[in-house]
Each structure stands twice: as C-alpha cells, then as structure tokens.
C-alpha cells in the first residue's frame, strides 16, 4: 500500500503541508457541505485530531440603513 491510496471509505492519508496545513479530500467536503471561508472545529484527544464539520444553523441577523442608525443614535441621546 502507498500513502495516496485510502485506508478505506473513512480514512485517508493527508500530507501536512507548510505551518501544519492539512487539505480535507473534495468528497468529503461535499458530503460535509464544508465551503471556504467555513469553520470547522478541530478537537485532539491523545495521539488523534478530530475535525468536525460546521453546524449548519444560521443566526438571524437585521442590517439598518444609515439613516436608522442616525435615527438610533439620536433616540439614544439623553
């Protein structure tokens, strides 16, 4: 067996790269829905590292317009 092959479905060699950089394999990004810019969680028990996958919630958010803001801000004057 070569490092390029898989251990199996589940597994895979990585090569660590330049300041410990890893690539996660294309499929299993697609099969975890991990895009760029995403983040993931990486987790060390003993001699193994674990990534999880993002969660998938979204926090509602509301964007103001300046003239809210000003509104805002004047309101708040005492």
Partial sequence: MT??????????WLKVLG???????IS???EL?????DMVKAKKEGDRVFIEAPMQKTAPYRTYSDA???QFIKDDTL
């Avoid at 490092?3 to 895979?12: C, L």
């Avoid at 300041?19 to 394999?25: D, E, Q």
């Avoid at 829905?33 to 810019?37: A, L, Y």
């Fill in 3 to 12: 490092f390029s092959q898989p251990i199996d479905s589940k597994s895979e």
């Fill in 19 to 25: 300041k410990g950089m890893v690539t996660i394999p």
């Fill in 28 to 30: 299993w990004r697609k």
């Fill in 33 to 37: 829905n991990i895009k760029p810019g």
């Fill in 68 to 70: 809210e803001i000003a």
